[in-house]
């Protein structure tokens, strides 16, 4: 019988005897990726199509300065982290690098920690890149597994070992990527060539992380229309609690406005859908155990419904014209500085719609709430002085 202290998992790098158990023939195995048991992709045939990049709009100058900056890295082969607020157009700055590495007959994967961040990206890198072919690999929609293009969650990563010459990972502090260590090593095993990070709010970790592999930081402050970030406001509950909630969402909503009250766990979105429901008609809430989350976001999406009462779900990939934001109990311990950035930044991403608010209500002002406005302060800071002319 082998020993479970020799053992290293060769699929996730788990060694911790903790996580290793002895199968019937003495053998061992992980217990930590035993749940990771489909079919691996089988090897990569490009299409043979001539693929080329087709935008239907332009990148603004910050993004096309960005978008050179980072084809020029990966072409040496250096790895890079792309630093952007929320709002910049962050999937148009890798498309450059795309374009490079398709003309070339080489395997390009789209990665992202959610499901619905899949399903939002694939019609939108299609439209990109029209000739190319394209899958979207997720939890049950896994028949097919080889394309030019692989959008895929992370959990998905583990059937494609030593596979991309140029992988993306999007919004990397996100769960459940952030902090997973099993994810983690199915990303960098499935990288045979260069990747690409991108995020708003990168961990200390992730820095340090791609310092060892001698990459790049590059970093837009700037939202593809010029605008600046929204600057939350902070608003103590007053003696009636969540009455407060109903009259700044009657207020939006008398305005034509539609909006996302945010909740920090699925108990807390129901009940407070519950209560709105009764005094703000037209919403609905939304939530990861929700079947139906699909339906009604597109719905929202249409203008069928008002508002959404959602969970962290919905801090991501989700652009909506005019959409304001109520966070419910922003001093929630299960909330963060950088979670309270990434939902404030669904506020004004829409040319023409900039100035969205984003109110954070709360029963103590806790240093995170104080952390994410200072952090969107001073990000607004640094896009103003990037902006201003310089003297020659």
Known sequence: MERTEDFTCPRCGNSDPDGIGIGPTGKPYCRICLQYDGREAPAFTPSGQRIQLSLTYPLSPAQRTVS?????????????????VTGAGKTELVYAAMEHF???GLAVGFATPRKDVVIELEPRIH???PM??????????????????????????????????????DEIDAFPYAGNQVLKHFFRRS??????????????????ELEKDKGAVITLDIRYHGQPLPVPQIRLYGPFGKLDIIACLRDFLSAGKPCFVFAPTISRVRRLADLLRLFCPGGASVDSQDPDRERKIADFKAGKLS?????????????????QVIVADADHPIYDAAAL?????????????EDGEVIFFCHREEPWVKE??????ETNHHAAMQSVPKKI
Request: net charge neutral; charged share 15%.
């Open 127 to 129: 439209e990109a890149f």
């Open 132 to 169: 190319a072919t394209i899958t979207s690999v997720y939890g049950e929609h896994t028949q097919v597994l080889s394309a030019d293009i692989i959008v895929l969650t992370t959990h998905q990563l583990y059937r494609y070992p030593n596979y991309f010459d140029l992988l993306i990972l």
């Open 191 to 208: 990288v045979k060539g260069v990747y690409i990070l991108l995020s708003a709010t990168p961990s200390q970790t992730d820095l340090e």
């Open 68 to 84: 050179n900056q980072v084809l020029a890295a990966v072409t040496k082969g250096q790895p890079v982290l792309i630093k952007a």
């Open 372 to 377: 994410a406005v200072s952090t969107i302060e």
């Open 102 to 104: 398709l003309s070339r």
């Open 307 to 323: 508002y959404l009462v959602c969970t962290a779900v919905l801090e991501r990939g989700v652009t909506v014209r005019d959409l």
């Open 341 to 353: 950035i990434q939902i404030a930044g669904r506020a004004g991403r829409k040319s023409g719609y």
